[in-house]
């Protein structure tokens, strides 16, 4: 099974920006969805983007139009680029594989986005 390893996360202020990346341990190339995920405290798992191995993009509503998702399926990374961050997108941000949108088969670990007033 795939292992997902997220890094990138870290404290920003509101109105800034942040890149994580997923590094996976072996090809990426032949999975079908790979995706981010976020979970506050106290609420549910929610989508953020994934993209599909035609590389083609699905964006949640709460944060469409400031994220940009990509998948570079030669170095085995998936990008997340935030933008215009604001207060409540401070979550633990997870790197996800799966064979459907709807069928996860790996998480990572997830790694800490806190964003200040």
């Known amino acids: 099974q795939v292992q997902l390893t997220e890094s990138g996360g870290g404290l920003v202020q509101s109105g800034g920006s942040l890149r994580l990346t997923c590094t996976a341990s072996?090809?990426?190339?032949?999975?079908?969805?790979m995706g981010w995920y976020r979970q506050a405290p106290g609420k549910e798992r929610e989508l953020v983007a994934r993209?599909?191995?035609?590389?083609?993009?699905d964006v949640g509503y709460s944060v469409k139009g400031r994220v940009t998702i990509s998948r570079d399926n030669a170095k085995n990374t998936v990008t997340l680029q935030l933008d215009s961050l604001k207060v409540e997108d401070t979550a633990v941000y997870y790197c996800s594989a799966g064979r459907s949108y709807y069928e996860i088969d790996a998480w990572g670990q997830g790694t800490q986005v806190t964003v200040s007033s």
């Open positions: 993209v599909a191995r035609s590389g083609s993009p």
């Open positions: 072996t090809s990426i190339a032949s999975i079908s969805v």
